[in-house]
């Protein structure tokens, strides 16, 4: 059934039930007499659509699986999934739900998830039980979690709390927000708006899967685990400068770091790797902080880490930040640039071009150069040489090239640091 379909259905079952003036009273269990529901803000003929589901439930003693799975299921969060089964009157929504199996695809109440459980335990797939009836039986006694969010335990670190708080705030929240679209005030303005515009009613189903921040999504999780453990790592501490690099063996990254620490005390400076395995924790001197952004973000995409690369950096609230040989950096600045640089000053260090396998001069500088040389506060370059062609190679205008500068020996590398240290006149605020 297309949603277009469901849509149609949603709103003839609006327009029906309004049309007919059902009635519902306080629902309760399926005894032998005829079921009654409570009244729900979808209207009366979703209500008789769950009046109907009730009397097609079996009688209890015939199935203890079964028995154990009605107690627990919520029909009207199921209807809402499935519209095939929301149409077809005939269906019981419960054997619809344990036909299913592990493959069900439909959730039988809203902090429930057959997929996210299965993940979490993939041992209850091939279990005797339907994994939803394992869960209630044995499963959540045992502190299986079951919440539809994947990544609970890396909000858990992030909040310094245990994985069972989490889901136990989750589940309460997701309740709350779901008794309240159903029966509540929140769910009887959405109604007056479907009475006002029916295409609104398309958006009903939504209400079977609320997102929860702050985490609506694993990637989200991720993201916030990366940050925190890239920090952790840090000791939590802001710096005055920040080195993102590629190897802190770089021949630029070594000579920044010696005179730095002429300056300022090694704690205070900060280096950042984005490659994994760039080099061992030796590599960098005794005393200068560095985390492996790599490894504590080796569960997100490119793109993600682009962006938690960012919020880390702004984070440590530097004089300056600089980025030496990282692609992850560079590649960032393209969506990201602005942003920081409104309230961060960025320099970039490049060397020398090298030639290629094909005898063609490769290097970042000649990927990177032009596209980033205008949004930073300055670059720098291993020697007068390299400074020379990069001029003569872009056609710098002349306040544009005024940026670029060599530390190819002491005095011009003194000069640099202080500039990265100093309260320059292109600082932002």
């Known amino acids: 059934m297309t949603e277009a379909a469901s849509g149609r259905l949603r709103r003839h079952l609006w327009r029906r039930s309004e049309r007919d003036g059902a009635e519902a009273v306080a629902r309760t269990s399926p005894n032998g007499s005829s079921p009654s529901v409570v009244p729900s803000n979808l209207g009366p003929g979703f209500d008789e659509r769950i009046r ?30 499935a519209p095939g089964v929301l149409e077809n009157r005939s269906v019981d929504p419960v054997r619809h739900f344990l036909r299913q199996g592990p493959a069900a695809r439909f959730t039988p109440e809203a902090n429930f998830s057959t997929e996210s459980y299965l993940k979490r335990h993939p041992e209850r797939r091939d279990g005797d039980l339907h994994p939803y009836a394992a869960w209630l039986a044995e499963g959540k006694q045992s502190g299986e979690v079951a919440e539809p969010v994947m990544g609970t335990e890396k909000l858990a670190k992030v909040l310094g709390t245990s994985n069972e708080a989490v889901v136990e705030a989750l589940a309460e929240r997701r309740s709350d927000v779901h008794r ?9 303005m959405f109604a007056k708006a479907v009475e006002v515009e ?9 209400i079977a899967r609320p997102r929860m921040m702050p985490i609506p999504w694993l990637v989200v999780a991720d993201q916030l685990e990366a940050l925190y ?17 590629e190897s802190p063996g770089h021949v630029l990254v070594a000579r920044l770091l010696d005179a730095l620490q002429a300056e300022i005390e090694p704690r205070d400076i ?8 760039s080099a061992p924790a ?3 001197p005794p005393g200068v902080r560095r985390v492996d952004f790599a490894d504590t973000a080796c569960d ?8 938690v690369l960012v919020e880390l950096l702004r984070s440590l609230d530097a004089a300056a930040i600089v980025g ?12 990201y640039g602005l942003a920081l640089r409104a309230s961060e000053r960025i320099f970039l260090g490049f060397t020398g071009l090298r030639r290629g396998p094909l005898g063609q001069q490769v290097g970042l500088s000649a990927r990177y150069v032009y596209r980033h040389v205008e949004l930073v506060d300055g670059v720098i370059v291993d020697t007068a040489a390299t400074a020379e062609r990069l001029l003569d190679d872009y056609q710098l205008p002349d306040d544009v090239a005024a940026k670029v500068r060599s530390i190819d020996d002491d005095q011009e590398l003194k000069e640099m640091v202080e500039r990265l240290l100093g309260e320059a006149s292109d600082a932002r605020p």
Request: charged fraction near 20%.
């Open 300 to 307: 997100l995409g490119p793109l993600m880490a682009q962006q």
């Open 282 to 284: 030796a590599a960098t």
């Open 324 to 335: 030496v040989g990282s692609r992850l950096f560079l590649d960032a600045l393209t969506p």
């Open 270 to 277: 900060v280096v950042v790797t984005t490659t994994t395995g």
């Open 52 to 81: 109907e589901a009730l009397r097609q439930q079996q009688p209890p003693g015939q199935d203890a699986e079964y028995d154990l799975v009605r107690d627990h299921f919520d029909i009207a969060h199921y209807l809402l999934q």
């Open 229 to 245: 453990s890239s920090q952790e790592a840090l000791g939590f501490a802001r710096a005055r400068i920040v080195l993102v690099v």
């Open 180 to 188: 309240r679209l159903h029966h509540g005030k929140l769910g009887e």
């Open 198 to 206: 029916p295409l609104i009613g398309d958006l009903w189903p939504e």
